[in-house]
Nanobody, 115 residues
């Protein structure tokens, strides 16, 4: 059974940091590129960051470049998203996704940036 479980979300003040984790099981994590998406209320889901399965090359949406860092630990089957300099516009539910798998979505973790 494929599982992706996000954690690490919460309430943080503007300028603060959070580290999201996505623990996976049920598939060969190291074979898949991985993405982080987010969805704010009333908005469409958008791609935040991506990382390849080999070499760990990362790409970012313009709105998070220089603030967020995606990484992965293939030995732990876990994906990460380090988020710094958070702003209220970063408030959303954050999802991890295994590229190419229809069943490769987690349930999401809520990130709220507010003073």
């Amino acid at each position: 059974q494929v599982q992706l479980v996000e954690s690490g979300g919460g309430l943080v003040q503007p300028g603060g940091s959070l580290r999201l984790s996505c623990a996976t099981s049920g598939f060969t994590f190291s074979n898949y590129a991985m993405n982080w998406y987010r969805q704010a209320p009333g908005k469409e889901r958008e791609l935040v960051a991506a990382i390849t399965n080999v070499g760990g090359r990362a790409n970012y949406a313009n709105f998070v470049k220089g603030r967020f860092t995606i990484s992965r630990d293939n030995a732990k089957n876990t994906l990460y998203l380090q988020m710094n300099s958070l702003t209220p516009e970063d408030t959303a539910v954050y999802y991890c996704h295994a590229v190419g798998r229809k069943d490769g979505w987690g349930q999401g973790t809520q990130v709220t940036v507010s003073s």
